[in-house]
């Protein structure tokens, strides 16, 4: 794609200090954006806009935790005062933190484990997305990008959360392709699976999964044709939000390396 295809615009990239976000926020800021990098660790934001700009980008921290939707608001209402719009939003982040809960079996989760999977998984990305729906829609023009985990596709074992809250969200983004495209908004989904250069941050997982985790990411990078990272995500979200997918709203693409082929 043009290096510049996204020239003067304004992207928003959420969970971007590190791994995925971080690549996608780099990767937006080569083709021209202006992005502002979000997270909560302002540290790790710092030194991801420090690299942008050390490699001749536009970028600029804003701190926020997706779980609290005053503060997601308030984050997008301070790029539009700052900027006068915002363009692109790449809604990544809240599911694979270092307090995030890992693989559970359905009969081990508590009803607080239902709370906080829906909470990392879904919900930190409707409260980023109707944010920015509120922003984009005054200027009649938007992309946004919601990525999650293949899991919402493909049945997969100790994912019976993971999977059903980001099956929800991918199931809200296609309703809001409806609903958003009145006002000139196209919304995506990029899912994955097993990033070879992202490191998993979580942990707690079922006693019954925690010997098999490690031989489970084995078994994935077998059946897996090709190796993905986070470039290679960061490349499908980029086309997203550029002008070359114009044509396109309410359609998940899974860049899993051909580990799984989800209709």
Same mark, same amino acid.
């Given at each position: 794609?043009?290096? !510049?295809s996204?020239?003067?615009a304004?992207a928003?990239? +959420?969970?971007a200090t590190a791994?995925?976000?971080q690549?996608v ?7 021209g ?5 979000s997270? $909560? ?5 710092q030194?991801v806009?420090?690299a942008?700009m /050390?490699?001749?980008g536009?970028a600029e921290?804003a701190?926020a935790?997706?779980t609290?939707r005053a ?14 719009r915002l363009?692109?939003l790449?809604?990544?982040g809240?599911? /694979?933190?270092? #307090? %995030? ?9 508590s009803? *607080?484990d ?12 409707a409260?980023?997305?109707?944010a920015?729906? /509120?922003?984009?829609?005054? !200027?009649k023009?938007?992309k946004?990008?919601?990525?999650? +985990? #293949?899991?919402? $596709?493909v049945?997969?074992?100790? *994912?019976s959360f993971?999977?059903?809250?980001t099956?929800?969200?991918?199931q ?6 409806r609903?958003?495209g $009145?006002?000139g908004i $196209?919304?995506?989904a990029?899912?994955?699976s097993?990033i070879?250069d992202? *490191?998993?941050?979580?942990g707690?997982?079922?006693?019954a999964?925690?010997?098999? *985790?490690?031989g489970?990411l ?5 059946r897996m044709l ?12 980029a086309?997203?939000?550029?002008p070359? %997918?114009?044509?396109?709203t309410?359609?998940t693409? %899974?860049?899993?390396g051909?580990?799984? +082929?989800?209709?």
């Open positions: 794609m043009p290096t !510049n996204l020239q003067s304004v928003l990239v +959420t969970g791994f995925i976000g690549a926020a780099s990767e937006l800021a080569a083709r954006a202006n992005v502002v990098v997270g $909560r660790n302002s540290a790790a934001g030194r806009v420090d942008i /050390a490699a001749g536009r921290f701190a935790d997706l609290d503060a997601v608001h308030a984050m997008v209402e301070g790029i539009v005062q700052r900027h006068g363009d692109v790449a809604a990544s809240a599911g /694979a933190s270092s #307090d %995030s809960l890992a693989f559970k079996l359905f009969m081990d989760m009803g *607080e239902f709370e906080t999977y829906i909470r990392s998984h879904w919900l930190a990305r409260h980023v997305i109707q920015a729906a /509120a922003a984009m829609r005054v !200027n023009h938007g946004i990008v919601a990525i999650g +985990t #293949d899991a919402g $596709r049945a997969t074992v100790g *994912e993971i999977g059903g809250a099956g929800g969200m991918m809200m983004c296609r309703v809001l392709a609903e958003l $009145r006002d $196209r919304i995506n990029v899912a994955m097993y070879a992202a *490191e998993p941050r979580w707690g997982a079922s006693p999964l925690a010997s098999h *985790e490690r489970m084995q078994q994935l990078k077998k090709f190796p993905v990272h986070c470039a290679d995500i960061a490349q499908a979200v086309f997203f939000a550029g070359q %997918s114009d044509a396109i309410g359609q693409l %899974s860049v899993n051909g580990l799984s +082929t989800p209709g």
